[in-house]
């Protein structure tokens, strides 16, 4: 399921599974445009909107999840049931075409948004947070619009408001608020938030006098230090991976600072590619220590390579996720390595401990396609998938 979930996310399918081809085995349940069913669904809606309202001033909170309206609030638990969904499919059924956490109990057909349940990690990558805290930021942007209760078996799909008005959307409701409110998703919040300041070169650490010149300088280019959380989610960082002049698996790296490029899914807006980063010599090698924030949903070049040679020729070494990289945050379930990289360092921050997890950086090895040509310079560049692809040192091999 957590591998279905998480496709699902990929794609952008933040609730509906009906209609999709080829997803699911699963029966698919179908929706439906009679307004007549419109007209029923909001009855109840009403209902359930007045049982959350006499909860909420009764007891000073919202529920946890619609079940705890049952049965002080609602004495039959069929009115928690749309009841286009209650004669046209079982809720068993229901519940399985529908991504179910955001719904959050097994008693309603109803997507209630203010429930307790975790955000996905493919939508935040701070200490862990829950729909409840997401919608609460929503709220702070657009006020008592945000919707408060949902049904999802009509197009369009029904909202009740926090505010108690009702109104049509689309599977995501956001799109409605987009022209006067950009982004609602939780980094378009959080960029609210976090600051937009790069750190300056004199705030990384000096070049260790151990680093040889193999070791290129990206002091330049660095826009993250290791001890902050520089994608802009709170407690996701490199305080566990100290700045020195680190040998992994058998290559010395200066490790003092992060090279972050673009990514749709950041808090922060990155650059697409560095400045040109100073080589000035021939190799036969290069090695590079990277990682990359969320996964583009398939094996595709998420950034590249790009060297300039003295002689005026140019070639790319591309960063392909799933080959050359992947995603830093290492799910226990899904623990794949690249085929050609390696796992050279693990650790922990407080962001990826809350859920679970732990963090990995990749040591890449490229040939110099023309190792007898002196390179001038390399220059590191997004190809803006939604991976966000980072890189914290280059060493090249004579
Ligand atoms: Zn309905």
């Given at each position: 399921m957590a591998g279905r979930v998480g496709r699902l996310f990929l794609l952008g399918m933040l609730l509906w599974l009906a209609?999709?081809?080829?997803?699911?085995?699963e029966p698919l349940v179908t929706t439906t445009r009679d307004p007549v069913e419109q007209e029923r669904c909001l009855d109840r809606l009403n209902q359930v909107f007045e049982a959350l309202r006499k909860f909420r001033s009764e007891q000073h909170r919202l529920p946890d999840a619609l079940s705890e309206l049952v049965p002080d609030y609602i004495q039959d638990r069929r009115t928690l049931i749309c009841p286009f969904v209650d004669k046209s499919a079982d809720l068993r059924t229901w519940m399985a075409g529908l991504y179910k956490d955001v719904i959050a109990d097994e008693v309603s057909s109803y997507a209630y948004e203010f429930c307790l349940v975790r955000l996905p990690r493919e939508w935040w990558r701070g200490v862990a947070r829950t729909y409840r805290d997401y919608k609460e930021d929503q709220r702070g942007v657009i006020g008592d619009k945000v919707p408060l209760i949902r049904c999802m078996a009509h197009e369009p799909r029904i909202n009740v408001s926090f505010g108690g008005d009702w109104y049509p959307s689309d599977t995501e409701w956001e799109t409605r608020f987009e022209g006067a409110h950009p982004d609602l998703s939780p980094a378009g919040l959080q960029a609210r938030k976090v600051s937009h300041s790069f750190p300056a070169a004199q705030d990384f650490p000096g070049r260790n006098p151990a680093a040889d010149s193999t070791m290129l300088d990206l002091t330049s280019s660095y826009n993250g230090l290791l001890q902050s959380d520089w994608q802009g989610y709170p407690g996701n960082n490199l305080k566990s991976l100290p700045p020195a002049v680190h040998e992994l698996d058998g290559v010395k790296f200066d490790v003092r600072g992060v090279v972050q490029l673009a990514g749709r899914k950041l808090p922060i807006t990155f650059p697409a590619r560095t400045a040109p980063i100073s080589v000035g010599r021939r190799c036969k090698r290069i090695h590079v220590l990277q990682g990359t924030a969320f996964t583009p949903g398939d094996v595709m070049e998420i950034a590249r390579y790009k060297l300039q040679y003295a002689d005026g020729s140019v070639e790319q070494l591309a960063v392909t996720y799933g080959v050359h990289v992947a995603d830093w945050w290492l799910n226990p379930e899904n623990s794949n390595v690249p085929s050609k990289a390696r796992v050279v360092w693990t650790g922990l921050n407080d962001a990826a401990k809350s859920w679970g997890e732990s963090l990995r950086l990749f040591l890449t090895t490229y040939d110099n396609p023309h190792p007898d040509r002196e390179i001038l310079s390399v220059t590191f560049e997004s190809a803006m998938k939604r991976s966000s692809p980072f890189m914290l040192a280059i060493t090249v091999e004579r």
């Open positions: 209609g999709t081809k080829g997803q699911s085995a």
